[in-house]
C-alpha cells in the first residue's frame, strides 16, 4: 500500500478499499481528494494494515516560535482547536483572530499556509508574523515565494492548489467564509495539510452555503459574541436608528418605481418571501423586457431610499454633534460617497481610488489630520483600518455579516464609548433591511 500526492489528489496503489477513493483507469489506481489524506490514514492506522506514505513534501521548517501572549477567551479558543486541530474559531473583529492563527502555528510547529481575501490582508499577516524569526513567504499574483510560514490569497491558492497543496502541514484560512464560495472550496479539497483552522468573524452566509465548511476543515468549535467582549477587550458601544422622511419628490418617485415592481409580481404571480424569489425576477428579464423594466425600477426604488437628501441633513447634525470624535461614515453606493465628500469635504475611498491614495488616507485619518472618511463596501472586510468610536450607516445591505463587520470597525478599545448610527428612510423597504442585517 503507497500513498502519493498527484495533482490534488492522494493516489492509492495497493489491493485494500479505502474510504473516499474511487478507481481511475488512466491510472489503475484509486484516486481520492487531497481532502481525505487525514481520513485515509486514520483508517490504515485504525485497520492495522502497513503502507508507505509519500504523501507531504513539506516546505523546509525551522523551529517555529514567537512571543505572543493570548488572553482568556484567546486560550480557550486555541484549545477547543488543538483538540482535533481542525475547525472554525469565530470571534469579533477586533479580537485578534489573527493572533491566535500565529498561536496555531507555534502549536503545530510545522509549515503553515495562510489563505486571505485581500493583498492589503497579506501585508497585514506578514507584517504580524515577523514575530517568528523566520522568513516569511509571500504566494500572490506579485510574488510566489514559499517558506516555513506563507501568506497567499485565495485566488492564488485556488490557481495553484494542485501544484503546492502537499507542502504545509496547516492551512489557515481568514475571512474563512470565502472558502465556502463554488471556486474557493477547491483549495480545501487539493490541499492535504492535516491541520486546518479557519477564522471569521461573520460565519454564516447568506446563500447558506457555510454548511459546507465543516466538510472542508471542520466545524465551529469555537465562537463569542461581541457583548462578551465589550468593557474589557472591546469598546462599549450604543447602536441608534435615526429615521428620515423622504422629500415630497422623492416619494412620489419612490412610490411610482414600487408601483411598477408589485404590478409586475402580480401580473407573474410571484410573491416575495426571500432573496431566491427575487433571483427567479431578475433571471426572467434577460428574456422578458417586462421583467426587466420591474428590475430596473426597484433599483431606482433602493436609490432613492438610500440616498435620500434628509440622510445629508441628518448627516450634517451628527457630524456637529460629533466634532472631535474620530467617524468613519458607511455607504453602499459610490455616488453617495462623492456626494459626501463634495458636500462635507470628507475623504473618500472607494474600489476607485488607488491604493497609494487609500494608504495615505487611511494614515492621515490614523494621525488626526482627518477626523472623518466615508466610504462604500471596500472598508468592511480586508483593510486595516484606524481606530474610530462613531460609525454611521447611511445605506447598505441586509446582511448581519456586513452589520458586524462595520460595528467592528468602532469597537477598538478607547477611552471613548463607541456608537454606531443607522439612517433610514421612512416609509421604505430599508427599514425591514435594517431589521434583517441585525439577525
Request: aromatic residues 8%; contains cysteine.
Amino acid at each position: 500500500m503507497r500513498l502519493r500526492f498527484q495533482k490534488g489528489t492522494v493516489s492509492v496503489s495497493g489491493d485494500y478499499n479505502l474510504p473516499h477513493t474511487r478507481w481511475d483507469d488512466r491510472t489503475g489506481e484509486n484516486r481520492a481528494l487531497a481532502l481525505h489524506y487525514r481520513d485515509i490514514l486514520d483508517y490504515l492506522n485504525k485497520s492495522n494494515i502497513s503502507y508507505e506514505d509519500d504523501v507531504l513534501d513539506l516546505v523546509s521548517c525551522p523551529e517555529l516560535e514567537c512571543d505572543i501572549e493570548l488572553r482568556p477567551y484567546q486560550e480557550e479558543a486555541l484549545d477547543r482547536w488543538l483538540v482535533d486541530k481542525r475547525g472554525v474559531l469565530v470571534l469579533p473583529t477586533g479580537s485578534g483572530k489573527t493572533y491566535l492563527g500565529m498561536a496555531a502555528i507555534q502549536e503545530v510547529n510545522a509549515p503553515a499556509f495562510i489563505v486571505v481575501p485581500t493583498l492589503d490582508l497579506v501585508d497585514q499577516w506578514r507584517q504580524k508574523l515577523k514575530k517568528f524569526d523566520t522568513n516569511i513567504g509571500e504566494y500572490t499574483g506579485r510574488n510566489k515565494q514559499l517558506e516555513a510560514i506563507t501568506v497567499s490569497t485565495y485566488d492564488s491558492a485556488y490557481n495553484q492548489a494542485e501544484n503546492i497543496g502537499n507542502r504545509f502541514k496547516l492551512i489557515v484560512f481568514d475571512e474563512v467564509h470565502h472558502l465556502a464560495s463554488e471556486g474557493y472550496r477547491h483549495i480545501a479539497e487539493l490541499f492535504a495539510s492535516p491541520y486546518r483552522m479557519g477564522l471569521t468573524a461573520t460565519y454564516e452566509r447568506e446563500d447558506n452555503k457555510h454548511k459546507d465548511i465543516p466538510k472542508l476543515l471542520g466545524g465551529k468549535v469555537y465562537e463569542i459574541e461581541t457583548e462578551e467582549l465589550t468593557g474589557e477587550y472591546l469598546s462599549e458601544y450604543t447602536v441608534e436608528r435615526i429615521t428620515v422622511d423622504l422629500t415630497p419628490e422623492e416619494k412620489k418617485e419612490y412610490d411610482e418605481k414600487v408601483e411598477v415592481f408589485r404590478n409586475y409580481l402580480m401580473s407573474s404571480n410571484i410573491q416575495m418571501r426571500g432573496p431566491s424569489d427575487y433571483r427567479k425576477v431578475v433571471m426572467r428579464s434577460g428574456n422578458d423586457p417586462r421583467a426587466w423594466k420591474a428590475v430596473r425600477a426597484r433599483n431606482a426604488a433602493r436609490q432613492i431610499a438610500y440616498n435620500s437628501k434628509s440622510k445629508l441633513n441628518e448627516l450634517a447634525n451628527l457630524l456637529k454633534t460629533h466634532r472631535g470624535d474620530r467617524i468613519i461614515i458607511f455607504t453602499r453606493y459610490n455616488n453617495l460617497v462623492y456626494d459626501i465628500a463634495d458636500r462635507f469635504l470628507i475623504p473618500p475611498i472607494t474600489h476607485k481610488t488607488p491604493k497609494k491614495e487609500r494608504k495615505q488616507i487611511l494614515q492621515r485619518f490614523k494621525e488626526d489630520k482627518y477626523s472623518a472618511i466615508v466610504s462604500s463596501q471596500v472598508l468592511d472586510e480586508g483593510v486595516d483600518v484606524p481606530d474610530a468610536n462613531i460609525g454611521i450607516i447611511l445605506s447598505g445591505t441586509g446582511s448581519s455579516r456586513e452589520y458586524r463587520q462595520r460595528l467592528g470597525r468602532i469597537l477598538r478599545p478607547s477611552d471613548k464609548k463607541a456608537k454606531l448610527y443607522e439612517i433610514v428612510s421612512k416609509e421604505t423597504g430599508e427599514i425591514q433591511t435594517s431589521y434583517r442585517r441585525k439577525t
